[in-house]
């Protein structure tokens, strides 16, 4: 169908590849009721989880970005496993996005000296302080980067994350036609 | 990292800051350079803040989707479909 993705070396066929494994796994752990709202909203957790996962192993460890998203999913289920010993202590949290400023608790004493240092050094661009802070907190890792750094891992980020999209989409759309 | 190493960013030159900037403004599909032109970075920037959550927020609801009809999806013989 779509003649980019015979590339098997490509971005976009490692995503795909692993994410379908991930999907297979969980379809295959999901008990025989398995309509009830609390199991679907896991298994949304679960998928959700899969396709970050999926691209970030799918870049490894060449960007800081991809590094800080599987340090903070590892940490996270140590972090569950210790705890509970069971995943439903997960629907307490429902986006991951702010996960990146919170729970960097290694990097935190080093953000705020960072952060305060760098925007006084930054009387250059002082205009972007603002939006670089707000991009830091988007980016998996921001806010450890320097702004040249930053705005060359968004870009990554970005294609990563488009591509991530168009895949989902893809295997999204085929199954709601069946 | 000691917090030394940020002062690389105030000596990140005005070109390097551009082109960063017009590699990111490219990215986006709204800001298109044949229609816009030069746009300030920090417009740029606020796109960009805007477009990741865009995208992270798909994510979030394509995730959804799919757990909605995972019920139903026979995931054998994917590749050849995708």
Redesign the interface.
Same mark, same amino acid.
């Not at chain 1, 050094?121 to 661009?125: A, F, L, Q, V």
């Not at chain 1, 895949?167 to 999204?172: G, S």
């Given at each position: 169908?779509?003649s980019q993705?015979l590339n098997p070396s490509s971005l976009k066929s490692r995503f795909?590849?692993r994410f379908?494994r991930a999907?297979?796994k969980?379809?295959a752990q999901?008990p025989i009721s398995?309509?009830s709202p609390r199991e679907?909203?896991q298994?949304?957790?679960r998928? *959700?989880v899969a396709?970050?996962k999926s691209m970030a192993y799918s870049v490894r460890s060449r960007r800081t970005w991809s590094r800080a998203t599987l340090w903070k999913l590892r940490s996270r289920s140590r972090r569950l496993l210790a705890s509970s010993g069971r995943r439903s202590s997960i629907k307490t949290r429902t986006t991951t996005?702010t996960t990146a400023t919170t729970t960097s608790t290694n990097h935190r004493a080093?953000i705020v $000296? *960072?952060t305060s240092?760098?925007k006084e050094?930054? $009387?250059?661009?002082v205009?972007?302080a603002v939006?670089?802070e $707000?991009?830091r907190e988007?980016?998996p890792g921001g806010e450890?980067m320097?702004?040249?750094n930053l705005?060359?891992e968004?870009?990554h980020?970005? *294609?990563c994350?488009?591509t991530?999209?168009q895949?989902? *989409?893809?295997?999204?759309n085929?199954?709601?036609l $069946? | 990292?000691s917090?030394q190493?940020?002062?690389?960013?105030?000596k990140?030159t !005005?070109d390097?800051?551009n082109a960063? +900037?017009l590699?990111?403004q490219t990215?986006l599909p709204q800001l298109d350079q044949s229609r816009h032109g030069r746009v300030s970075?920090?417009k740029v920037?606020?796109e +960009?803040?805007s477009? +990741?959550?865009r995208?992270?927020k798909?994510?979030?609801g394509?995730?959804?989707?799919?757990?909605?009809?995972? !019920?139903?999806? !026979?995931?054998t013989g994917? !590749?050849a479909? +995708?």
């Open positions: 169908m779509d993705h795909t590849a379908l999907l297979i969980i379809n999901k398995s309509s679907i909203f298994r949304y957790r998928i *959700k396709a970050d996005t080093a $000296e *960072k240092h760098e050094n930054k $009387e250059d661009h205009g972007l939006q670089a $707000e991009l988007l980016v450890s320097d702004l040249c705005l060359d968004t870009a980020y970005i *294609k994350l488009t991530q999209v895949v989902m *989409k893809k295997i999204a085929l199954y709601s $069946e | 990292m917090s190493r940020s002062t690389s960013s105030n990140i !005005d390097e800051l960063l +900037i590699r990111l990215l970075a920090a920037l606020n +960009i803040c477009y +990741i959550r995208l992270q798909e994510v979030d394509l995730s959804g989707r799919l757990s909605q009809c995972l !019920d139903s999806m !026979d995931l994917f !590749d479909e +995708i």
